[in-house]
């Protein structure tokens, strides 16, 4: 009877793992005619001239600072220098304690402006506004500390043009990175949001606030995010893009219209992942309004940062990004399946619930059932080398395959060393670092169910103590 049920378990738990890992072979395939199209309108030469000249829209790049003193001026000037034919730099000082503003104010001969805008969106109090005698394109923002989505916030209302492209202080842009997100828009595409490839920084050779050489850490763990995010962040979502189903994530950064980031009333704070719950309510806004307006990735790596390179940070990093997941479905859950929202409720958020959120589970679950067969002697061989085929060594092949598109398609890792890297990090993904990420992704889950249920506790604790105490006013 255990035995039944164990291979029940172990058959569900197979058919779960083929389904999702064929669904991301999918993908990858799918981002093949992206990456052609990509290739085809980088040799369009008609295009390139449009693209230099002022047909493209202007974008305010919105940095938030908190405490950013040691690479604020460099970190400035690289976004000030971007190649664009009319951009601006907001940087929203958000009630650093260290000589943040000191430092800019210095470096940029800052001086104290009246605002000349009105403000929409509800912040921090704003202390001051500051233009550059050096640099006109420049406008520092000084306020009171409100985090990281209070300062974008504060940035998206003094912004002046009509596209805004947020960034954090530990991004590394390319040079032509608005360029390539502006793409789409000149081309006359409705875009609400294009997003692009966030790579990792980690051992890659800098000169001046730009990567110029990109490297593969000999460290373990940054060389097996780099991959997972090949796979995941990159080709994987590059491939939604013909689903029409874009999700955004940490890895990633949007170039947004302004008026759409008004209209939702900016970023939330209080959130796992300010950007994934930023771009649900931008596409479900999207949507409900029946705009044109699209969302969508370009597999250019714009901009590049670094990971986290202990385990303790990883891990922290893994149960964020899991949260932020859980929550983004739990907020949008009547999108799931719902005819009005097209592909997104049709496909990308079932696909968020049924392929991302419950996955850690029903791989554990697969494991387990594999293991306790094993341990009642009621196990078939065949059966376990399929499972991990389908589990292990699929998973593998998927990695296999971006890091193959990744070369052929951009050879950013020239170095044959920096290959083989790669090709060890996929195995080490594959083999231990993926098993040990279902454990945090767990717990991740479990944190979450249990602070709905104190939240569920709490609000039926007031709602029981509300008749009590209009009872006792009215006596």
């Known amino acids: 009877m255990i035995g039944a049920l164990l291979q029940m378990v172990d058959r569900f738990a197979l058919a779960y793992m083929l389904a999702l890992n064929s669904f991301s072979a999918l993908l990858l395939l799918l981002s093949m005619p992206e990456l052609w199209s990509h290739w085809h309108l980088a040799e369009d030469e008609h295009l390139m001239l449009v693209l230099g000249t002022e047909a493209l829209p202007p974008v305010s790049v919105l940095m938030p600072a908190h405490n950013e003193n040691a690479a604020i001026v460099e970190r400035v000037m690289s976004y000030l220098t971007l190649q664009y034919p009319r951009h601006e730099v907001v940087v929203v000082n958000d009630g650093s304690s260290d000589d943040t503003l000191a430092r800019l104010v ?153 008026a759409l980031l008004l209209a939702i009333r900016g970023y939330r704070s209080g959130t796992a992942s300010e950007d994934m719950d930023l771009v649900s309510r931008l596409k479900r806004h999207v949507r409900e309004e029946h705009s044109p307006d699209t969302t969508m990735l370009t597999p250019d790596p714009v901009a590049w940062t670094e990971v986290p390179a202990s385990i303790g940070a990883v891990v922290r990093e893994a149960e964020r990004r899991h949260r932020a997941l859980l929550e983004t479905v739990r907020a949008q859950r009547d999108l799931l399946f719902n005819l009005r929202f097209g592909t997104s409720g049709l496909i990308a958020y079932p696909f968020a619930l049924l392929g991302e959120a419950l996955a850690p589970a029903i791989e554990l679950l697969g494991y387990l059932g594999v293991a306790l067969a094993f341990g009642l002697r009621a196990v078939d061989l065949n059966f376990v080398w399929l499972f991990l085929s389908a589990v292990v060594l699929y998973g593998m092949l998927l990695s296999a395959w971006a890091i193959l598109l990744e070369q052929v398609s951009f050879n950013r890792y020239a170095r044959p060393a920096d290959v083989l890297r790669l090709v060890f990090a996929m195995v080490l993904e594959g083999l231990g670092y993926r098993q040990a990420m279902l454990f945090v992704r767990l717990r991740a889950t479990w944190r979450v169910l249990r602070d709905d249920r104190r939240r569920s506790a709490a609000r039926e604790a007031i709602s029981d103590r509300a008749p009590a105490d209009e009872t006792r006013k009215a006596a």
Not at 166 to 172: H, K, R
Request: one cysteine or more; charged letters at 25%; hydrophobic letters at 40%.
């Open 106 to 258: 210095q470096a940029y001969d800052l001086y104290e402006v009246p605002p000349a805008f009105t403000r929409t969106l509800t912040t921090q109090p704003i202390r001051a506004y500051y233009r550059s005698r050096r640099h006109s394109t420049l406008l520092v923002v000084d306020k009171a500390h409100g985090g990281r989505s209070d300062a974008l916030n504060a940035g998206v209302d003094a912004a002046r043009f009509p596209y805004v492209l947020p960034v954090d202080a530990g991004t590394y842009l390319e040079a032509d990175a608005l360029l390539r997100l502006a793409r789409p828009i000149a081309l006359g595409k409705p875009v609400a949001a294009v997003f692009g490839a966030r790579r990792v920084a980690n051992s890659c050779v800098m000169t001046r606030g730009r990567i110029t050489e990109a490297r593969v850490d000999r460290h373990v763990l940054p060389a097996v995010q780099l991959v997972e995010r090949l796979r995941e962040s990159l080709f994987a979502r590059l491939g939604w893009n013909r689903l029409g189903g874009t999700l955004a994530d940490g890895d990633s950064v949007g170039l947004f219209k302004r």
